[in-house]
């Protein structure tokens, strides 16, 4: 009996083995032909992947576009919440459409995608919004420097959107314009209320008593600690009805994305949980919002989604109203939401390209530098 359970017990060992082997293989396969489907191949564009040295923490970074005398553009933020801990970077597909005319840069930043895996699944310490505001400004220096830019195109989205605009008050003179797509200004409790108030008008609009119910036993705040969870179903369920499109296939991107592990891929969701309970909480309470501006010594931009409820698009163009710059102005993306930047990338390319041509010529300033470490 004994032996016949061995014989049962290393079968069921075998198998399982070749069904992981398999499921392995499969990703593999998988990425190898993502990656041959995004390659580069035009004569003097760029595709390159790497940690570069930043605060002392090795930070992941990639660089993609068509052609490398394209004005650069740094992505600060990423998606799937409104706090730290997000990325972009295994978003490979929604950027193409930009590297025709930019030279695309993300970031994975402390807490964040390959960089909290390769530091151990910690934060680490400086993990502030200044620390990370130093981490952006050295890598602008590292992508001056790499590509002979006297300045780059900064852009801000999410959480990533206070530091970014924090790194265009700071250092000025290293970039051309600086852009909030999902520009973040106001503290949670007042974005939460923003989206409360524009379910209710969705659900008035429609004659959706159902829900109007549902948001009468939420309220606005249904994601104050203690959370209630009848109150957290409540609104759940009335968000599920009216949200904006999201990507349809974003666990399998993550998967197939080149250069990413199945360990990174692992590692997205508690390094977003790591950078909230390190710094998220108290970012969007307390966080000095009103500091964002409102004095710019660049051009400021919001292209944003209309239905963007992490950064309601009222209080970012309001916020704009009241900043001073040499240029500035708004583009909206109608049907665009929290995940535009994936779902609508043609429109945020097309935006770009348009807000941004009189900004973004201008000579080299000597010839670039070796890339970034593999």
Do not use: C
């Amino acid at each position: 009996m004994a032996r016949r359970l061995f014989k049962v017990v290393v079968a069921l060992a075998i198998f399982l083995t070749l069904l992981v082997a398999g499921a392995f293989g499969t990703l593999a396969i998988a990425r190898h032909r993502h990656a041959e489907a995004l390659a580069i191949r035009t004569p003097n564009g760029i595709d390159e992947a790497g940690f570069v040295r930043l605060g002392g923490v090795e930070q992941w970074v990639t660089i993609r576009g068509d052609d490398r005398a394209n004005p650069v553009i740094l992505v600060v933020g990423g998606v799937g919440a409104d706090g730290p801990g997000t990325v972009l970077s295994p978003f490979v597909d929604a950027f193409t459409p930009w590297e025709r005319d930019f030279t695309v840069v993300q970031w994975d930043q402390r807490g964040a995608g390959k960089t909290f895996a390769r530091a151990g699944r910690q934060v680490g310490p400086d993990f502030t919004v200044e620390g990370l505001t130093r981490d952006g400004l050295d890598l602008t220096a590292h992508l001056r420097d790499r590509f002979a830019k006297p300045r780059i195109v900064l852009l801000g989205t999410g959480f990533g959107s206070t530091v970014a605009a924090r790194m265009a008050l700071a250092r000025p003179q290293a970039y051309l314009a600086y852009v909030g797509a999902g520009q973040i200004v106001a503290p949670r409790r007042d974005r939460e209320q923003a989206g409360y108030e524009r379910l209710l008008r969705k659900a008035t609009a429609a004659g959706d008593q159902e829900s109007l119910a549902d948001l009468r036993t939420s309220g606005p705040w249904a994601f104050r600690h203690p959370r209630d969870p009848e109150k957290v179903a409540a609104f759940v369920r009335v968000a599920g009805r009216y949200h904006a499109a999201n990507p349809p296939h974003q666990t399998w991107d993550v998967l197939t994305a080149p250069h990413w592990s199945l360990a990174d891929a692992l590692a997205i969701q508690p390094g977003m949980a790591a950078s909230e309970a390190a710094l998220g909480r108290a970012w969007g309470e307390s966080f000095d919002y009103g500091g964002l501006g409102p004095d710019f010594q660049v051009p400021v931009f919001v292209i944003q989604g209309d239905d963007n409820t992490d950064a309601p698009i009222a209080q970012a163009r309001a916020w704009l109203a009241g900043v001073r710059a040499p240029a500035k102005g708004l583009v909206t993306i109608p049907g665009a939401g929290n995940h535009g930047l994936q779902t609508h990338s043609q429109a945020f390319a097309t935006a770009l390209k348009a807000t941004l041509a009189p900004f973004t010529h201008e000579p080299p300033a000597s010839p670039p530098a070796p890339g970034p470490g593999r």
